[in-house]
């Protein structure tokens, strides 16, 4: 059984850090490619970050120098490092394995349940 567990998130002030990690068993994190995406009440989630097979780092213009993605293949685990966090990103943080890529991109797979992150004073 593939299973995908986030934790790490929490309240957290505007310009501070966190770190979020995704506890992976069932399939290898060295054998797909990971994704964080994100996703607020009543819009699409967004593709946040991602990382390949390869270790080849992706992520999305607005988080670009602030958010750092990284994989544990000892561990089985892929974390997101958040870094001068802002209110937009405020979303729940999922965690998720490649199945189904479209340009370049991870759009499907085995998906975790989701971690609450929220930025406020």
């Known amino acids: 059984q593939v299973q995908l567990v986030e934790s790490g998130g929490g309240l957290v002030p505007p310009g501070g850090s966190l770190r979020l990690s995704c506890a992976v068993s069932g399939i290898s994190v060295q054998s797909f490619g990971m994704a964080w995406y994100r996703q607020v009440p009543e819009k699409e989630r967004e593709l946040v970050a991602w990382i390949s097979t390869g270790l080849i780092a992706s992520y999305a213009d607005s988080v670009k120098g602030r958010f750092t993605i990284f994989r544990d293949g000892a561990k089985n685990t892929v974390s997101l490092e958040m870094n001068g966090l802002k209110a937009e990103d405020t979303a729940v943080y999922f965690c998720?394995?490649?199945?189904?890529?479209?340009?370049?991109?991870?759009?499907?797979?085995?998906w975790g349940q989701g971690t609450q992150v929220t930025v406020s004073s």
């Open positions: 998720m394995a490649g199945v189904v890529y479209s340009e370049g991109r991870p759009v499907s797979g085995y």
